[in-house]
């Protein structure tokens, strides 16, 4: 899922949000013991949230954050972030200190390049009568972002993400896609930063438009 975002307080130009089903015995060390994993048949709900923020409390930064699973918490469940990469020093102290995130420094390479038009298929046409432009009638652009993660002198290549978006990339106005409202309950804490639990919702205003991710 692919969105693109306005909000007051926190403003993201783009924010990729993919969903993966995830080994509970995998993820489960991730977890704090005093919460239960929302599971079914051995997996639960994991993903990524790579977001690139125009501003923010912390500045202008990218943000890779790394969803182990969902905890249960009556009467819903929440998300619970694993790892949390960003490329500001002064979003990962606001991070650790003021959102209880493993905040970590990595390194953001990014490179954009134009796409060449598609031809429409039945699941295009199928997308463009849901409002969410699939036709690809209009050139596009093909981000490919890679996160390095720093640890002291050494570095780690940690996530490598092509995207394919047909849509206008500067202009949320333009944008042909659905409008939704979404609210992400989270709970962050029990770290070194911040030993406390903390649990927040996220409020999100959003316009889908199909992509292709890699």
């Known amino acids: 899922m692919f969105l693109q975002v306005r909000q007051a307080s926190v403003d993201f130009q783009r924010a990729l949000y993919q969903l993966h089903l995830v080994k509970a015995a995998t993820i489960r060390a991730c977890i704090p ?87 429409k ?23 490919n972002v890679q996160v390095t993660e720093i640890m002291g002198q050494a570095s780690k290549d940690t996530c490598n993400v092509n995207l394919t978006s047909f849509v206008p990339a500067l202009d949320i106005n333009k944008w042909m896609g659905p409008a939704i409202k979404m609210s992400l309950p989270s709970f962050s804490g029990r770290t070194e930063y911040y030993p406390d639990l903390l649990k927040y919702s996220c409020q999100i205003e959003c316009r889908l438009c199909s992509s292709s991710v890699k």
Request: with cysteine.
């Open 121 to 143: 298929t039945k699941q295009s046409e199928f997308l463009n009568l849901i409002g969410m432009k699939g036709g690809f009638s209009d050139p596009g652009e093909q981000v």
């Open 33 to 119: 013991k005093e919460f239960r994993l929302v599971e079914a048949f051995g997996y639960t709900l994991g993903g990524f949230f790579l977001a690139n923020y125009d501003d923010s409390p912390a500045g202008v930064f990218d943000e890779l954050v790394v969803i182990a699973g969902l905890i249960w918490s009556p009467p819903t469940s929440c998300a619970w972030a694993a790892k949390v990469l960003v490329n500001s020093k002064e979003a990962c102290d606001h991070g650790r200190k003021e959102v209880g995130l493993p905040s970590q420094v990595a390194r953001f390479s990014k490179r954009i390049t134009a796409v060449s038009r598609k031809p």
